[in-house]
């Protein structure tokens, strides 16, 4: 299909158009887009810390709030407070797509920032459970950059370096989701943790899970002043080759009924776009997308749950910093992996093959947490270690190809729509995730004595039939590829 990010002869940009000033620097580039792929990077990673930071902390803040009346609810309790932040992004997620699509990529990034800096600090605040809710529930809701984000990775790039591009987003993505717990691990109750920095009677001892967020939020309040300086991608003139406006009409029918032809550059005549929703190598590679995002945010509260459970509800009975080490640990080693080892994996065996064999492999590594959890002292800490690391390696894999078939499937000016579209359908999915989670977990631990899957080996068993489903979806006829 034809793709509009194709550049434009010299004499086809126009004058003040800041679509046009972004591709005559494209025309120029050489060699690797370092500076353009780092910016996103930054920009993604600042919305991502959030996402599940309060994952390790989150156990210990339900048990603060005295809301749940036995240990084996706060799984119960927790899941709700972790999925408000999916439900909210789910609610907004297509209206930011679309006005990136009509206003600009560069307007949603600076306001979802600012949003970050506002309510993030709020949440580390919370002084009960509907306060938590409802602040989590705003910064998913007024955070709109992790649709958006794809398209304008790809339109910061010349064409062979989009794979790269929608990488960057993938990877600090990825990285965010592991970073982020890691510091609410390390920096949640800090006067437990560091007493003679912070005292018991101090204003973060009172509030003790504040500090983590802090540190977050001056990130972003940071990413939120550099964003001004961001160059803007959406080309602002009208024209017949590169119409830059999109309705929220065209999300349900883009262009129905239309035969007409769009002239692209290079004189080729370009079909006429399809609805969004008709769209299915698009529609097919979301809904895959989302199944396998349903299964990550569920395993990640479950992980932080289980690991911080007491011994005697099959947990490892671990600390927040203990979680956090595990996970900064699979961060690292997920960066590493992702700057060097990716691409190389990518060239041999495909897109496509890369997620089918990371989701195999997921299967039998998941069933293994409850034999690692019989383990104790260094073991325990090094497979424990491994297997989380080999986790998020496979998860992240399977996310960049799935974004690099999303963003192949439509044209610049329906990037940011369908990315919207895709964040919706994702962010339900992933809402369900720790809703449904905590409260199959909180269910497993009040049947430790089962005959059949007792304790955690039923939440593995359930997290296993997600990804097998996942894995069936890769293949023809539901995933269609242009």
């Not at 158009?17 to 050489?30: A, I, T």
């Not at 932040?85 to 979802?112: E, N």
Request: proline share 4%.
């Amino acid at each position: 299909m034809a793709d509009q990010t194709l550049l434009l002869p010299k004499d086809d940009y126009v004058e003040g158009c800041p679509g046009c000033e972004v591709d005559r620097r494209k025309q120029k580039q050489s060699g690797l887009p370092v500076k353009q792929v780092l910016t996103v990077w930054i920009v993604v990673l600042s919305t991502a810390l959030t996402i599940s930071s309060l994952f390790p902390f989150l156990y210990f803040m339900v048990r603060d709030f005295h809301i749940a009346k036995t240990e084996e609810d706060i799984g119960f309790y927790a899941g709700f407070i972790g999925c408000s932040f999916m439900l909210g992004r789910a609610l907004t997620s297509v209206f930011w797509g679309a006005i990136a699509d009509k206003y600009g990529r560069k307007p949603v990034i600076i306001i979802s920032s600012a949003m970050v800096v506002v309510f993030n600090t709020l949440f580390g605040l919370s002084v009960n459970f509907w306060m938590a809710i409802i602040t989590r529930f705003l910064l998913g809701s007024l955070n709109g950059v992790l649709g958006p984000i794809k398209a304008y990775a790809c339109e910061m790039v010349r064409e062979e370096h989009q794979s790269l591009g929608l990488s960057a987003v993938s990877t600090s993505w990825g990285i965010g989701l592991i970073i982020g717990p890691a510091l609410g691990g390390f920096f949640a109750q800090p006067a437990d943790k560091f007493p003679g920095i912070f005292a018991k009677d101090s204003f973060f001892g009172r509030f003790p899970y504040f500090l983590p967020c802090l540190i977050i939020s001056v990130f972003a309040f940071f990413v939120t002043i550099g964003s001004f300086w961001l160059p803007e991608t959406l080309h602002s003139h009208k024209s017949e080759q590169l119409s830059s406006q999109i309705s929220f009409d065209s999300l349900e029918c883009a262009y129905k009924g239309s035969h007409e032809k769009l002239d692209v550059p290079d004189g080729r005549a370009m079909a006429s776009r399809k609805s969004l929703i008709k769209n299915w190598p698009l529609m097919s590679s979301i809904i895959v997308y989302c199944v396998f995002s349903l299964h990550d945010m569920a395993y990640t509260e479950i992980f932080s749950l289980w690991a911080e459970s007491p011994r005697r509800l099959g947990g490892l009975g671990y600390s927040t910093q203990d979680v956090g080490t595990v996970l900064a640990i699979s961060g690292f080693g997920l960066l590493v992996f992702q700057t060097s080892l990716y691409p190389i994996v990518e060239k041999f065996i495909g897109t496509i093959m890369i997620f089918r064999v990371a989701g195999v492999i997921t299967i039998p590594l998941l069933t293994s947490y409850h034999y690692i959890a019989m383990l104790s002292g260094i073991t325990l800490s090094i497979l424990l270690n491994c297997a989380s690391l080999l986790k998020n390696v496979l998860s992240i894999s399977i996310v960049t190809g799935l974004f690099v078939l999303q963003n192949r499937a439509v044209d610049q000016d329906q990037r940011g729509a369908a990315n919207g579209i895709a964040m919706t359908l994702m962010s339900l999915f992933k809402a369900m995730g720790p809703a449904g989670g905590g409260t199959i977990f909180s269910w497993a631990q009040k049947r430790l004595h089962a005959d059949f899957l007792p304790g955690d080996l039923m939440v593995f068993f359930i997290l296993n039939i997600i990804e097998a489903i996942g894995v069936l979806m890769t293949f023809k006829p539901f995933l269609a590829v242009e």
